[in-house]
């Protein structure tokens, strides 16, 4: 009998999500969005308590852990090709006004979200350590870069000025935001007597070779996956993906960040990136829904509530949102941009989807955020990326700036 458990799990998980995302793009809004909302209702929140017979029989501990399993799976492959595909060639364009907006979209809601955490901490919940809080300042500061490119894609104003800025200012914030995320993990760590001056050391040997050897591979591989001059080229970064993976994941890095380092080595070449997509897309299809399904499984969304803590799921959305649109409107002081640019670019840059679980997740993995904080901000997560669509249509933004154009490559699995 408990051979077909994990078959039924991944069955059921597989079917949810795809239902899901089917919703969900039909309300007009991102695909992710309803498979996020999928997994959610797989956990003990709504199934458990509404059926548990079939929860018990279908999500024991084994399946549970399977499905994670399954889940990091599909998520190294999505950030390998986030990595090959994070172009930093799109800042060249209004450089100024983009470092400008980043900066401001970044800062304020991080120093919202960390100040609040705080203040909480101070009357109404445990006080949170300085790693845990610097981990929920970055949490509410970010962007989902492929979840933004799509709504981008799908509204037809990728191309445009705003579009053009919106964009550049995702990929300036991601890469702020996955070098704060190494540093706040890498401070988190033991670093006392000889084992942490090992660790130190093997993290240090681990980027000489990442920046060394392996980056004029990478290169080469790239090149020959491109033009297709190589049929062991692919097979070979597949072994250097896994390779990188499971180093950060033994260095207590997690191994979210060796794939996406792993992908920021490859060239910038868009046959390149094609290639990785065909090839790996298969993955990301059918492993990706067991990442949403692994985290509502494991999250006691309703006992949360039930505990009367949606005032802090309400508190955490208010400072994200508050954060990045006025930092937005703050930037557009600056670069005097009109006010219907400076809050279309908020709302742009307020789409939090996909990136957002991925490091809410990590975080919980590697015990940097508490229980109650990763469920408010798991809330702020759905709730901020849901908002984008309607807020933009009541800016009237559609309108206003319209492309026929086609789109940029970007990852488009999560839609």
């Avoid at 988190?188 to 000489?208: D, E, K, N, T, V």
């Avoid at 990136?355 to 229980?371: K, Y």
């Amino acid at each position: 009998m408990s051979i077909f458990i994990l078959p039924l799990a991944y069955c059921l998980v597989v079917l949810a999500c795809r239902a899901g995302g089917w919703l969900a793009r039909h309300l007009g809004q991102p695909a992710v969005i309803g498979e996020i909302a999928a997994g959610m209702v797989l956990g003990p929140s709504v199934l458990g308590a509404l059926w548990p017979t079939l929860s018990e029989l279908a999500f024991t501990p084994v399946a549970i852990k399977s499905i994670g399993w399954l889940g990091d799976a599909g998520a190294v492959v999505f950030l390998f090709l986030l990595g090959a595909e994070f172009d930093t060639r799109v800042l060249s364009r209004h450089s100024r006004s983009v470092v400008m907006t980043t900066k401001f979209a970044f800062l304020l809601p991080g120093a919202l979200g960390g100040l609040l955490a705080w203040l909480i901490g101070q009357s109404l919940l445990p006080a949170l350590p300085v790693p845990q809080l610097a981990f929920v300042a970055l949490a509410c500061s970010l962007t989902a870069l492929p979840v933004l490119a799509r709504i981008l894609d799908e509204q037809r104003i990728t191309h445009t000025d705003i579009g053009r800025h919106a964009l550049a200012s995702a990929v300036l914030t991601d890469a702020v935001s996955w070098l704060l995320l190494s540093i706040i993990v890498l401070t988190s760590m033991p670093q006392h007597g000889m084992q942490g001056a090992l660790r130190l050391a093997a993290i240090a040997a681990y980027g000489l070779i990442l920046l060394g050897p392996l980056r004029r591979r990478c290169k080469t591989l790239g090149v020959q996956i491109a033009d297709g001059s190589n049929r062991t080229a692919l097979p070979e970064l597949a072994l250097y993906l896994v390779a990188s993976a499971l180093a950060t994941a033994g260095l207590g890095l997690h191994a979210l960040l060796g794939a996406f380092a792993l992908g920021l080595l490859l060239p910038r070449n868009e046959r390149t990136v094609q290639a990785l997509q065909q090839k790996a897309a298969p993955f990301c299809r059918w492993l990706l829904p067991c990442f949403f399904a692994a985290i509502g499984l494991s999250t006691q969304l309703g006992q949360q509530l039930a505990h009367g803590l949606w005032w802090l799921a309400l508190a955490i959305t208010a400072a994200a949102v508050i954060g990045k649109v006025g930092g937005c409107l703050l930037a557009g002081l600056f670069n005097r941009q009109p006010l219907r640019t400076s809050l279309t670019l908020g709302v742009l840059m307020n789409t939090r989807g996909m990136m957002e679980l991925v490091v809410l997740n990590l975080g919980r993995q590697l015990g940097l955020i508490a229980e109650p904080y990763f469920s408010a901000m798991l809330i702020m997560a759905i709730a901020t990326t849901l908002m984008t669509t309607p807020l933009l249509k009541l800016l009237g933004s559609f309108e206003t700036v319209n492309s026929n154009k086609p789109a940029v490559a970007c990852t488009e699995i999560p839609n």
